[in-house]
């Protein structure tokens, strides 16, 4: 990246300067659909504008957390720039992706009145995983979030202790019998906290996020939000 001549972390448009790294016309390409404020599906215009906040699957069966914010759909431009994040060692675009995530937060706030959570908790790779990648890509953008919005980030409460396969391509049965017993969580650590925000990449049928949470959830916090870039 040229830390002189700014310019869109996208299109490389040049910017008059560096705050968002994101041009205007980039930034309004993103997908930003309103959205079940539990899972991340998509709502109807219907149910949007009779100003439903929840879907209907939420009503019957909730996940493990109580609030998803998302920045938008998994769609150019901001499916391209996660995977570079993610895949091409574009490391530095968690800045980027951050400050997209922060906007998404605030906006969410203000439709939903939540409060924020007492710290901020990144879903962890396997040790393996992260030694190849060189890198979680979720933990950087914890780390930005944390000192952003003055929350704490614990890296240590919620532990992958099994190598799994990757989730996409496989069927439900597949990703709960792929995740059993991949993750433990610190049950000393866990009794300091009463609210979390997890922070995920991409969020896809949200199985990873739910295990995770309803181990929070076993350990007595009570209150669990989700915090991703993108929902499929």
Not at 104 to 122: K, T, W
Not at 134 to 141: M, P
Request: hydrophobic share 40%; charged share 20%.
């Amino acid at each position: 990246m040229n830390w002189f001549n700014f310019s869109c972390v996208h299109c490389q448009k040049p910017l008059n300067f560096a705050h968002r790294y994101l041009c205007y016309q980039c930034d309004k390409q993103i997908s930003r659909l309103n959205y079940c404020g539990r899972c991340g599906a998509v709502l109807s215009k219907n149910q949007a504008f009779r100003g439903q906040m929840f879907c209907g699957n939420c009503a019957k069966q909730p996940p493990n957390w109580q609030q998803m914010v998302v920045i938008g759909r998994y769609q150019p431009p901001l499916s391209t720039l996660i995977h570079q994040f993610k895949f091409q060692n574009r490391y530095y675009l968690d800045r980027t992706l951050a400050q997209l995530m922060l906007l998404a937060i605030y906006d969410a706030r203000r439709e939903y009145l939540f409060s924020l959570p007492e710290v901020i908790i990144p879903v962890p790779l396997h040790h393996f995983r992260q030694w190849y990648r060189g890198y979680n890509q979720a933990y950087l953008i914890a780390k930005q979030l944390s000192r952003q919005l003055s929350i704490p980030l614990d890296n240590k409460l919620v532990v992958r202790q099994k190598y799994t396969k990757m989730q996409r391509g496989l069927n439900e049965k597949a990703r709960r019998s792929n995740l059993h017993n991949a993750f433990s969580v610190n049950i000393k650590r866990a009794k300091q906290y009463h609210s979390i925000a997890l922070i995920d990449d991409v969020i896809t049928t949200g199985s990873t996020l739910n295990e995770i949470a309803k181990l929070l959830k076993q350990a007595g916090i009570n209150v669990i939000h989700v915090w991703g870039l993108a929902k499929t």
